[in-house]
């Protein structure tokens, strides 16, 4: 990526964070007046600081559709049934890992897999739904 792909990626960056304001801000860290001043280094520790941010974001967003997951199979009831929501994780079967032990990648998986189970036990709650009706 050449120079001035950095300097947009910067802004695009920025505007995504809705941080765009604070520009000026980041400039004068860096004793300058204009992303065309910055180095090679500084535009990449730049566009390194402002993607961790990013992916903080989305690791929280990820955590936060898991719980939704959770709570609609049933695991998580309220912020007092942590104890029930590790316990679940624990197992080798859903993750063998503890929530904010995981990557983005594996909470993606994760849901993935939840969103399974949330299918498995909709589709047994309609077939049991049938056959009480039969009977």
């Given at each position: 990526?050449?120079?001035?792909?950095?300097r947009k990626l910067i802004y695009q960056l920025l505007a995504k964070k809705g941080i765009l304001g604070q520009k000026q801000?980041?400039?004068?860290?860096?004793?300058v007046d204009s992303t065309k001043s910055l180095t090679e280094d500084q535009l990449d520790?730049?566009?390194?600081?402002?993607?961790?941010?990013s992916d903080a974001q989305q690791i929280k967003r990820w955590r936060s559709n898991v719980l939704c997951t959770l709570q609609r199979i049933g695991i998580y009831k309220t912020n007092?049934?942590?104890?029930?929501?590790?316990?679940?994780?624990?197992?080798?079967?859903?993750?063998?890992?503890l929530m904010y032990d995981m990557d983005l990648t594996e909470l993606k998986e994760l849901n993935?897999?939840?969103?399974?189970?949330?299918?498995?036990?909709?589709?047994k709650k309609e077939n049991e739904r049938i056959i009480a009706k039969m009977n």
């Open positions: 990526m050449d120079t001035s792909q950095k801000a980041l400039l004068d860290a860096y004793g520790e730049i566009i390194s600081s402002l993607s961790k941010d007092e049934s942590w104890e029930s929501v590790n316990n679940f994780l624990l197992s080798p079967k859903i993750a063998g890992k993935k897999k939840l969103l399974n189970i949330l299918k498995k036990q909709t589709i």
